[in-house]
């Protein structure tokens, strides 16, 4: 079961009119006498009230942060340590990177590791290992990892990283061959919580798929959605997604698929390969209108609208397999006030666990009043 499905829980009340109620006619019970407002004992026991009050929202608090639905920050973590589930700390974006020498030479010549390259915008990228260029080679790739954790270093397309920032004896020329990602803040709590709900699959050592969906998102922060398939017997297909919709490139692809061939995560039968799922295009293209009688609401309802919209395109690529699905647009539509929408696209179509709804044009007209 999902967590959102999970009925909500109180360790303790803390309504005010309650409390109140409840304070009073006791001590008045006890006293033998009833209160005027203006009573000094009555306004003492008020106060009271406020703390007896506080001291119920702090039992209430201290009862939820022990359960996986409520719990948060330094608590989570505790709770994810009994499953063997660890909040996963910010990670730096990785690179490939061509270096390449000014001529062919007849031995071979070492860059060592540490030397950076950078775009020329103060991010760094450091060679993780020493690069060995062959003699009769004029160049080589190796793998830079960010100087920097976090995003910073991400979304450096091909051929940005195009400066040597610590020179070396005939090293002449660099360039980055794949696009730079994986870096990521440490890991927020609702990743971390849908993890350690997800934690307990990872214990079985036969491969089911809610164990490889576990492992591939304990690859990298950024993934938020994890499709696993097996077209063959032996042969596992897993498509990562990551936050935002976002396809993931090379980078973290090879992160994921080390993550998941690693010889404690595998099962020795098992044949793993990562790819990137596919995107499925569609458009918006819609005219919406609003009651007369709002008519003294139109633009705040016109920004509803908007964002609606934007809602939809976000909620359409943030799970793989989610239908192209123009009834949630409209529904949508009309909670943020709309009286009627009349959508030309996107229609109805289906998506696999291998693909991903990404908008393109999007295009929304306020067709003006109408009445009811």
């Known amino acids: 079961m999902e967590l959102k499905y999970l009925p909500e829980i109180n360790f303790a009340t803390a309504d005010p009119a309650e409390m109140e109620v409840h304070v009073l006619s006791t001590v008045e019970a006890l006293l033998k006498r009833k209160f005027a407002r203006a009573d000094p004992l009555r306004l003492f026991l008020l106060g009271v009230e406020a703390l007896i009050i506080q001291q119920r929202l702090l039992i209430d608090q201290t009862g939820k942060m022990n359960l996986l639905a409520y719990s948060e920050g330094d608590y989570l973590d505790h709770i994810g340590v009994l499953v063997g589930a660890y909040r996963l700390p910010a990670s730096a974006a990785t690179v490939t990177l061509e270096l390449s020498l000014s001529a062919v030479r007849d031995q071979a010549t070492m ?17 993780d290992e020493s690069a060995i260029i062959p003699a009769g080679e004029i160049s080589v790739t190796a793998k830079a990892t960010c100087t920097e954790l976090g995003a910073a270093g991400n979304e450096y397309l091909p051929g940005e990283i195009n400066r040597i920032v610590d020179p070396a004896p005939f090293w002449a020329a660099v360039t980055n061959i794949t696009k730079s990602e994986g870096g990521a803040d440490i890991e927020d709590d609702e990743s971390y919580r849908e993890r350690i709900h997800e934690a307990p699959e ?20 950024l993934i938020s959605d994890v499709s696993v398939d097996s077209p063959a017997p032996g042969d596992v297909v897993i498509y990562p997604l990551l936050k935002g919709g976002v396809i993931p490139g090379e980078e973290i692809l090879t992160l994921v698929n080390d993550t998941l061939n690693d010889r404690s995560v595998r099962p020795l039968t098992d044949r793993v390969s990562v790819l990137p799922p596919e995107a499925v295009n569609y458009d918006i293209d819609l005219i919406y209108y609003i009651s007369r009688e709002d008519a003294v609401n139109a633009v705040a309802i016109k920004s509803a609208a908007e964002q609606a919209i934007a809602d939809y395109v976000s909620w359409q690529k943030e799970k793989l397999g989610r239908d192209v699905n123009p009834t949630e647009l409209y529904y949508r539509l009309r909670e943020a006030g709309v009286k009627r929408a009349a959508i030309t696209a996107p229609t109805f179509r289906e998506t696999t666990r291998a693909q991903v709804a990404i908008a393109g044009n999007v295009v929304a007209t306020f067709g003006g009043l109408e009445d009811d």
């Not at 860059?111 to 060679?127: C, E, H, N, S």
């Not at 491969?207 to 969906?213: D, E, H, Q, R």
Request: net charge positive; aromatic share 14%; proline share 5%.
């Open 202 to 221: 990872k214990f079985s050592t036969a491969g089911p798929s809610g164990a490889y969906a576990y492992h591939a998102k304990s690859a990298s922060a």
């Open 111 to 127: 860059i060592p590791a540490g030397a950076r390259a950078t775009a020329g915008d103060k991010v760094y990228f450091a060679l």
